[in-house]
């Protein structure tokens, strides 16, 4: 699959429980791997409808009656599945981060591998690049979003460091990115503290944790009674999001008790987290930080 190897694909699957005739979402289709085992469960009268942001993905439109993709962000899950007349569904998968396709496209952006123009849009029609964050945001918000997002500890430095750069000339490119932080990229961390910095812009630039929030909400109201989600993370903030989420219903604080003490929480977690096994690693090293989890609507 040369667009996205889909990752934890029969584990992912297997944990929607899928029903012959039931409705479906994929809200990651990318190169459409976990949609094709999706609808290879599904029978004549199930549905499958699939999100994806990023235009590229669309090439990939899978051709069979049961099948819609919708060229949409996933933040915007309930309004359009309304469109197609869905209100309910039984099951939600979402593969989260950037898909293969995405990294190894080098005038995306995304890779350390490419010197290319900073850029980092999922939705390649989208405002704000980071072309955007980098060369204008003030010196406390990009503090902001270095430690926030990429739990840079010399946020500060680093942001201060952007903007002294900054002000003789844009800084255009990854490799001016680079270049203009050698300082604080010593030989043997560089590449492990450039790509914390280029996954806190890349979270910026795609609000990737406020359009996780968005979704995460929706799936409570979308599912049907025992209707399950299975989600893979990539990195630490998703996960936390994720497993608080599904634990109480909540992304911060704990749920109220009744006069007896008891809790009422939307889902029930089902199995323990997920992991690539080695083989799958060996295969796809980008599976090495993947964390499923799946969870049952109460």
């Given amino acids: 699959m040369?667009?996205?190897?889909?990752?934890?694909?029969?584990?992912?699957?297997?944990g929607l429980n899928i029903k012959e005739d039931g409705v479906y979402?994929?809200?990651?289709?990318?190169?459409?791997g976990h949609s094709k085992e999706i609808l290879s469960r599904l029978g004549e009268k199930g549905k499958l409808y699939a999100f994806d942001q990023d235009q590229d993905a669309l090439d990939n439109a899978l051709d069979d009656p049961r099948f819609t993709l919708i060229s949409q962000n996933f933040r915007h899950l309930k309004k359009f599945l309304r469109f197609y007349g869905i209100k309910k569904v039984d099951g939600i998968l979402g593969d989260f981060g950037v898909s293969s396709h995405q990294f190894d496209v080098a005038e995306r952006g995304f890779s350390l591998r490419f010197a290319a123009d900073l850029d980092m849009r999922m939705d390649q029609e989208g405002e704000i690049s980071a072309?955007?964050?980098?060369n204008e945001y003030s010196e406390k918000d990009l503090q902001?979003?270095?430690?926030?997002?990429?739990?840079?500890?010399?946020a500060k430095a680093v942001a201060a460091q952007i903007i002294a750069v900054r002000e003789e000339q844009p800084i255009k490119t990854t490799e001016e990115l680079r270049i203009a932080l050698k300082r604080f990229l010593p030989n043997h961390k560089e590449?492990?503290?450039?790509?914390?910095?280029?996954?806190?812009?890349?979270i910026e630039v795609n609000q990737?944790?406020?359009?996780l929030k968005e979704f995460l909400l929706q799936t409570q109201e979308l599912l049907e009674e025992g209707g399950r989600i299975s989600l893979i993370s990539y990195h630490s903030l998703e996960d936390r999001l994720v497993k608080r989420f599904i634990r109480s219903g909540l992304f911060e604080g704990e749920p109220e008790k009744d006069?007896?003490?008891r809790v009422e929480v939307p889902f029930k977690k089902v199995g323990k987290l997920m992991i690539p096994s080695n083989e799958e690693i060996k295969i796809n090293n980008r599976a090495r930080s993947a964390k499923l989890r799946i969870a049952e609507r109460l």
Avoid: C, M
């Fill in 191 to 202: 590449h492990k503290i450039l790509a914390q910095i280029y996954q806190a812009i890349r």
């Fill in 208 to 211: 990737e944790i406020e359009v």
């Fill in 2 to 14: 040369e667009y996205h190897n889909p990752v934890l694909l029969k584990e992912t699957v297997d």
């Fill in 25 to 32: 979402v994929d809200v990651t289709f990318g190169g459409g």
């Fill in 144 to 154: 902001s979003v270095l430690f926030q997002y990429g739990e840079i500890r010399n």
């Fill in 131 to 134: 072309y955007n964050v980098v």
């Fill in 259 to 261: 006069f007896y003490g």
